[in-house]
C-alpha cells in the first residue's frame, strides 16, 4: 500500500494536513497585493512546469499537487534546486485539497496538464473534468479566475470541451498559453491537445 494512503487513511487525517499545509506555508505569505494570485497545478507530476512558471512569476503565490509521493519528492528537489520560494508541494487529492484549503483564499489560474483519460466508458466517473468539479472550482475561484487544460488523450479532449460547454461555471475561451515549457510528461506524449475557460 502507498505510505501516504496507509499513513493517511482516515479522511480527517488528510483534511489536517491539507490545512496545516495552508496554516504554516501558504496564509502567512498571503498580503493584499497577491491574495488573488494564487496558482494551482493538479497533478504537477515532477514539477518541471510548475518549478519554470513559479521562476518566471516570482509575485505569484504557486503550489503544485500531485497523488505520487515520488512525483512530490522529485518536484520539491527541483523547487529547492532552483531556490523556488513562492513554490510549494503536497500530496493531495484535488477535490479534497480544494474543498480543505481556507475558504478566505482562492485561486487565480488552474492548470490541469496531461490527468489520467480513464479511457474506459465504466471508468469515465472517475474523470476528474466533470461537472461537479467545475461547480466546485467556481466556488474556489474568482471572477477573472481561468482553467488551463491539457491532455494526449482526444477523446478526453472532446470530453472536456463538452464539459465546460455544457456547464453554467464556466465558459470556453482562447486565452494565450501562460507559459510553453517542456515537462517528463510532455515530453512522452508530444502529440497533445489544449484549450482554456473562464468563469461564466
Given at each position: ?52 512558471y513559479?521562476?518566471?512569476n ?16 522529485k518536484?520539491?528537489l ?29 485561486f487565480?489560474?488552474?492548470?490541469v ?14 474523470r476528474?473534468?466533470?461537472d ?38 464556466w ?12 515537462s517528463?510528461?510532455?515530453?512522452l506524449?508530444?502529440n ?8 461564466l
Open positions: 500500500m502507498d505510505y501516504f494512503l496507509k499513513t493517511f487513511s482516515l479522511q480527517k487525517e488528510r483534511e489536517g494536513r491539507v490545512k496545516e499545509f495552508f496554516s504554516k506555508q501558504i496564509t502567512p505569505l498571503v498580503n493584499a497585493a497577491n491574495k488573488h494570485a494564487i496558482d494551482l497545478e493538479i497533478g504537477c507530476g515532477h514539477g518541471h512546469w510548475i518549478n519554470e513559479a521562476q518566471q516570482k509575485t505569484k503565490i504557486c503550489i503544485g499537487i500531485d497523488l505520487i509521493s515520488k512525483r512530490i519528492a518536484a520539491t527541483k523547487k529547492e534546486n532552483a531556490k523556488n520560494t513562492n513554490l510549494f508541494f503536497l500530496k493531495a487529492e484535488a477535490c479534497e485539497f480544494i474543498n480543505y484549503k481556507p475558504k478566505e483564499l482562492v487565480n489560474n488552474v492548470f496538464f496531461f490527468p489520467d483519460p480513464w479511457p474506459k466508458k465504466k471508468h469515465h466517473k472517475r476528474l473534468i466533470q461537479s468539479f467545475l461547480k466546485l472550482l467556481k466556488l474556489h475561484t474568482h471572477s477573472k479566475s481561468r482553467l488551463f487544460f491539457r491532455t494526449d488523450h482526444d477523446e478526453y479532449f472532446e470530453w472536456t470541451k463538452t464539459q465546460i460547454h455544457n456547464s453554467d461555471s465558459e470556453l475561451s482562447n486565452h494565450d498559453w501562460p507559459l510553453e515549457h517542456s517528463y510528461f510532455q515530453e506524449l508530444p497533445f491537445s489544449s484549450l482554456s475557460a473562464n468563469l
